[in-house]
C-alpha cells in the first residue's frame, strides 16, 4: 500500500506541483488549502507525513503545527515545512521550546530532489 502524503498548502499551484511530484514517486496524497482544513483532514485522512505552509487563510501553519505536535493522534506524523524565507525566520522567531522541530524546513521554491529524499527518508 502507498504512503500517504497531507500537502497543506493554500496556493492551487503548489498543491498540484507536490501532488504530480509524490504521484510520481509512488505515493498517494490529499490536499487542504487552509490550517483548519488541513487539522480536519489530518484527522480523516491519518497520513504518514504532512507537507506544511507557514502563511494561509483561516488559521496559519505555525498555529497548525502546535496543534498537530500536541495531538496524541497526529503528534508522530513526520512534518515538513515548505516555505518562503521570511515565513522561515517567522517560524523561528516564536518560541516552541515545548515542541519539537520539524522534520525539515524547505524554502519555496522547493528543490524536488532535496524533498523526495527527504520524504523517502523518513516514510520510504
Do not use: H, W
Not at 33 to 40: C, P
Not at 98 to 108: H, M, R, S, T, V
Amino acid at each position: 500500500m502507498s504512503k500517504k502524503i497531507l500537502i497543506i498548502d493554500d496556493e492551487k499551484d503548489v498543491q498540484t506541483y507536490l501532488r504530480t511530484l509524490f504521484k510520481n514517486n509512488g505515493f498517494e496524497s490529499e490536499t487542504a488549502s487552509n490550517g483548519e482544513d488541513g487539522y480536519i483532514t489530518a484527522k480523516q485522512y491519518k497520513p504518514d507525513l504532512i507537507t506544511l505552509d507557514i502563511l494561509m487563510p483561516k488559521q496559519s501553519g505555525i498555529k497548525l503545527y502546535r496543534q498537530i505536535k500536541s495531538d496524541d493522534e497526529l503528534k508522530e506524523i513526520p512534518v515538513i515545512i515548505i516555505t518562503g524565507l521570511s515565513q522561515y525566520q517567522k517560524f523561528y522567531s516564536q518560541d516552541f521550546s515545548d515542541l519539537p522541530e520539524p522534520e525539515e524546513l524547505l524554502e519555496k521554491p522547493v528543490n524536488q530532489d532535496k524533498l523526495i529524499i527527504k520524504v523517502k527518508e523518513l516514510i520510504g
